[in-house]
């Protein structure tokens, strides 16, 4: 069995720990390129959204790479992720592949066939082996994640453009080499060192822009264009609002301090949105009113075209912008999407943003020559 | 009080139900105009781009009945059966109305979620009558009464009556009968509005095809259909649209099967899909998926059916006859 699974920013670091800690031959797929983009795009409904082509491009690298099972997530709605193994397993079929597709639906719904696939696909590992191979590899979920946080801080501030990047980079390559989670882990640990090192222009203050919207589009930068790249470059401090980390400690850890946090900012959105109407779209509107409230100096909403939940939340970011002042921008991205329009974009609105801060400083000087 | 409804989306479904209630507790109901290319153009105006054409349309809808009434009534349809959902866009509906639309009266909500039970449906309706100023067990008759004309309106849609024919007043099937009978297959709110489904129900019956509508397949075979997907379909009315297309397809019930889907549908890029390919693997019953949005052409339209209904009928005069010469088959 060659296990491979579909990309999603770092994920595969983690999946590939676990597997290898499970001793399970992994595949990890070819990093999503055009080529991946357009055999996804060829193959897929068109009017699917933009994560589904993706994965089926990944599927098919991985497949010629020599891949025969292939492992994702599942949900029970109401957002459209949920059907995705179903209909890309008649994708596949229909193209001649003969692969199995072990989908990993919430255990909440039928834990009996969760366990079911596990064992299918962790073999004769036990119990104890099987709970310690997954917390390892949320460690490494974690640690990935403050690994970019590192770098996020550092791209607005280096003395050096593009110091922070070509270190990521190494770690890249470097990392794809390692076996094992302690390898990943240990190789994770040694970069966020090297990444604290990145020199920094002393008495900078930043622009902070907060990143909230559909959480693939967000974690997986062929996706959004390596937004945080561009406007780190930009010289701009980006907050994330969801992480694997924060999603592996809400749906897969039972951290209820966390919880409970998480619950507190859900509930800001109640005067706007006060249910779940699948995918992230309540977290959109709640995450956007929290960064507000910090005094973030603007909001990038990121979907794909066709997104559900996120249109929702679309339609409803306006009257949050009303309330609180904080300008939101939504970008859409599908196959279709330009570099440069979307880099236009992005500039554009980080000037509308510099404009603001200094005319807000400006206002303020006065105030104080007039008292 | 004058409550508006909003001739768009789930009425075609409710319609019955939803006047009788109203009129019960002694409203006057007023229904949206008829979709006409004012009422979508205003609709477009108000809604974010990214929507698809039913979302905008219910907009232009409301948009109609502003100043014709003193509240309008949005339905929040989560779930309409236990552990199944409809689209994310219909749970954030109310939000999104008043979200892009200014000067808007007093909104009725109705929350109706089954995804827990089902009995807490009866609750949502008398939280709608308290909402109306009834008393909740006026509510409880008006809605007795009102689920009476609901079922009874179901009743004749599974005889084979579509929405259309009801709305409009005349029960007639057969219409049209003799040549055969082209599947439908679509939601409700696009087929049975006739300006976004460009009259195709009477265009197929002015050329001598009788239809046949999701509406009128009987939901234990949907649910028959649907019990061999290797997962459970999470959405109630992508459930009913492939449910009732397998069944078509399975039962040769029709000569052939014409999506009809709305640009940027997320359910049915994927319903579509899973129908397409099943039929091309088993059963090869032409088919055809016309897409429509607000950009929509007549004339395009037309061509694509006149093509379709050609296609079926060369095939029921040659299917057979295969040239020996390895010649076109059609004497082109």
Same mark, same amino acid.
């Given at each position: ?61 991985s ?25 890309q ?34 073999g ?102 390596n937004?945080e ?60 009113i ?7 100096d603007?909001?990038?909403?990121i ?9 929702v ?32 974009r ?8 510099e ?17 | ?59 232009g ?46 909104l ?23 909402r ?8 409880v ?17 599974k005889?084979g009556?579509?929405? /259309?024919? $009801? #709305?409009? =007043? &005349? +029960?007639?099937? *057969? ?9 439908? @297959? ?59 297309? /397998?069944? $078509? #397809?399975? =039962? &040769? +019930?029709?000569? *052939? ?9 997320? @359910? ?51 299917e ?13």
């Amino acid at each position: 069995m060659k296990v491979t699974f579909p990309h999603m920013g770092q994920v595969y670091l983690a999946i590939k720990g676990l597997l290898d800690d499970l001793g399970v031959e992994v595949v990890i797929p070819p990093s999503i390129t055009e080529r991946t983009l357009e055999i996804g795009t060829k193959l897929s409904p068109e009017m699917a959204c933009l994560p589904l082509k993706i994965n089926i491009g990944n599927y098919i690298e991985s497949i010629e790479k020599g891949a025969d099972t292939i492992i994702i997530a599942g949900s029970c709605g109401p957002c459209r992720f949920g059907y995705y193994g179903v209909v890309q397993k008649e994708i596949l079929k229909d193209l001649g592949y003969d692969v199995d597709m072990i989908i990993f639906d919430p255990p909440d719904a039928d834990y009996r066939v969760f366990i079911e696939r596990i064992r299918k696909l962790a073999g004769k590992n036990s119990w104890v082996n099987i709970a310690q191979a997954f917390k390892r590899a949320s460690t490494i979920v974690k640690e990935a994640d403050e690994m970019l946080d590192i770098a996020l801080k550092k791209r607005a501030r280096e003395v050096n453009k593009g110091d922070t990047d070509s270190r990521l980079y190494r770690f890249e390559r470097e990392v794809v080499g390692k076996h094992g989670s302690h390898e990943i882990l240990e190789t994770i640990r040694k970069y966020k060192g090297i990444l604290s090192q990145v020199e920094e222009k002393p008495g900078v203050s930043p622009l902070k822009i907060g990143l909230v919207g559909e959480i693939y589009t967000l974690i997986e930068p062929y996706v959004n264009l390596n937004i945080e790249k561009k406007l780190g470059y930009l010289g701009v401090e980006v907050y994330r609002s969801i992480t694997l980390h924060e999603w592996v400690k809400v749906h897969l850890s039972l951290d209820v301090k966390y919880r409970m946090s998480y619950k507190r900012i859900l509930k800001k959105a109640a005067p706007y949105l006060n249910l779940c109407v699948g995918g992230h779209a309540w977290q959109t509107i709640a995450n956007s009113i929290y960064y507000s409230e910090c005094g973030l100096d603007g909001i990038i909403q990121i979907m794909p075209f066709g997104c559900m939940p996120e249109i929702v939340a679309e339609s409803i970011l306006p009257r949050v912008y009303q309330d609180y002042g904080t300008p939101i921008m939504t970008l859409v991205v599908d196959e279709m999407t330009g570099e440069a329009g979307y880099f236009t974009r992005l500039e554009a609105f980080v000037d509308l943003l510099e404009q603001r801060r200094r005319s807000k400083a400006d206002e303020y000087k006065e105030s104080l020559l007039r008292g | 009080m004058r409550i508006g409804i909003p001739r768009a989306l789930l009425y075609y479904n409710y319609y019955p139900l939803w006047h009788s209630f109203f009129e019960e507790l002694g409203h006057q109901v007023v229904t949206s105009s008829v979709t006409s290319k004012a009422v979508l153009d205003s609709g477009v105006m108000s809604c974010v781009d990214d929507a698809c054409l039913p979302i905008k349309l219910f907009h232009g809808h409301v948009v109609n009945l502003i100043g014709k009434v003193d509240a309008i009534f949005i339905p929040r349809l989560v779930s309409i059966c236990p552990e199944e959902y409809i689209c994310p866009k219909f749970i954030g509906l109310p939000e999104m109305i008043k979200s892009s639309i200014k000067g808007l009266p007093d909104l009725i909500v109705l929350n109706y979620n089954a995804h827990r039970n089902l009995k807490d449906v009866h609750r949502a309706y008398v939280e709608l009558g308290t909402r109306i100023g009834a008393k909740p067990s006026q509510a409880v008759k008006a809605l007795q009464k009102a689920t009476a004309s609901q079922q009874a309106y179901d009743l004749l849609l599974k005889e084979g009556q579509t929405p /259309l024919d $009801m #709305l409009n =007043g &005349r +029960k007639r099937i *057969g219409e049209g009968e003799g040549k055969g009978i082209i599947g439908l @297959i679509g939601h409700p709110y696009l087929l049975y509005d006739e300006f976004i489904s460009m009259g195709l129900i009477s265009k197929l019956r002015a050329r001598g095809y009788a239809v046949l509508v999701p509406e009128n397949i009987a939901q234990p075979q949907i649910e028959m259909a649907c019990a061999e997907l290797p997962k459970k379909l999470f959405w109630s009315y992508g459930k009913k649209l492939l449910g009732s297309g /397998l069944t $078509m #397809l399975k =039962g &040769r +019930k029709v000569d *052939g099967i014409i999506f009809l889907s709305s640009f940027g549908c997320g @359910i049915d890029a994927f319903i579509v899909e899973l129908l397409q390919r099943y039929n091309h693997r088993l059963y090869q019953i032409p088919s055809a998926l016309i897409t429509v949005d607000e950009h929509s052409g007549q004339a395009g339209f037309n061509t694509r059916l006149e093509a379709f209904i050609d296609m079926i009928e060369w095939r029921d005069g040659r299917e057979g006859y295969i040239s020996a010469h390895g010649a076109s088959v059609f004497g082109h």
